[in-house]
C-alpha cells in the first residue's frame, strides 16, 4: 500500500449519534479535500460483506464468524479506499471503524477472548493506518435508539436488540475511545445537531494543526 500522508479522522458512536450526519457533514465543509467513507464497508468488496453482516441472516452467525467478516471487510476498505485517499494529502472522515468492532462484538457480545486477537490483528491490518483521531459521539443508548426507530429507514439486526446490549455498546466505544485510542475526544451528542457539528470540527481542525 502507498504511504499515508493525509490525516485519518474516525467519527464513532452508538445508534442513534449522528455519526452519519455529523461525518458528511464535516467532508461538507472541508470540499474537495475530504473524503467521506464508512464501515461496514467504504469499497465496493467490504459493502457486500456490509449486506451480509448486517442482514437478519447474520444472527444465524456466531460472533468469531461476524469478527472476521469485519476484519476482512476493513483490510479491503483500507486498502482500496483509505490508502489511496491519505496518499494524495486527503482528510479521511470514516463514520465508524475498529472502535466499533471492539464496542459491539467483544464488548457488548461479552467476547473477551477475542481482545487479544483483536489487537494483533489491528497491528497487523492497519500497519501505518491508524486512525490520528476518533470522535466519539456520545448519546444515551435511550436517545439514540429513539433516534434510529424514528428514521424512515429499516433497522438491522444491531438496531433492535435489546436496551441492555446498546448500554454495553455504549461503555465498550467509550471504553476505546478514552483509554485504549492512540488520540480520541467525546463530544455530547444529546445537544443539537448543529453544536454537535460545530463541537466535531473544532476537534478535527485541531487535529490538523498539530
Known amino acids: 500500500m502507498t504511504t499515508k500522508k493525509g490525516t485519518f479522522i474516525v467519527i464513532d458512536g452508538g445508534e442513534g449519534s449522528g455519526t452519519t450526519t455529523v461525518a458528511k457533514e464535516i467532508v461538507q465543509k472541508f470540499g474537495w479535500g475530504a473524503v467521506y467513507t464508512r464501515e461496514p464497508g467504504g469499497s465496493p468488496y467490504a459493502e457486500k460483506i ?3 453482516v448486517l442482514s437478519d441472516d447474520a444472527k444465524t452467525s456466531d ?5 472476521a467478516l469485519f476484519w476482512a471487510a476493513r483490510r479491503d476498505h ?3 479506499t483509505i490508502a489511496p ?3 494524495e494529502g486527503k482528510v479521511v472522515i470514516c463514520d465508524r471503524f475498529d472502535s466499533s468492532t471492539y464496542a459491539y462484538q467483544l464488548i457488548a457480545q461479552e467476547q473477551v477472548q477475542l481482545i487479544e486477537l483483536f489487537w494483533k490483528i489491528r497491528e497487523h ?3 501505518e493506518y491508524v486512525p490520528n483521531v476518533y470522535v466519539l459521539l456520545d448519546v444515551s443508548p435511550e436517545t439514540g435508539i429513539a433516534r434510529a426507530k424514528g428514521r424512515n429507514e429499516d433497522l438491522n439486526h444491531f438496531d433492535k436488540r435489546k436496551i441492555d446490549f446498546h448500554k454495553s455498546v ?3 466505544l467509550k471504553e476505546f475511545v478514552i483509554t485504549k485510542a492512540e488520540h480520541g475526544s467525546v463530544v455530547d451528542a ?3 445537531l448543529e453544536k454537535v457539528i460545530e463541537d466535531t470540527m473544532v476537534i478535527v481542525q485541531e487535529r490538523l494543526t498539530q
Do not use: M, Y
Request: charge should be positive.
Open 63 to 67: 460472533v468469531e464468524t461476524q469478527f
Open 170 to 172: 455504549n461503555k465498550g
Open 125 to 127: 491490518f492497519l500497519g
Open 190 to 192: 444529546e445537544q443539537p
Open 78 to 80: 483500507i486498502k482500496k
Open 50 to 52: 456490509r449486506e451480509l
Open 85 to 87: 485517499a491519505l496518499a
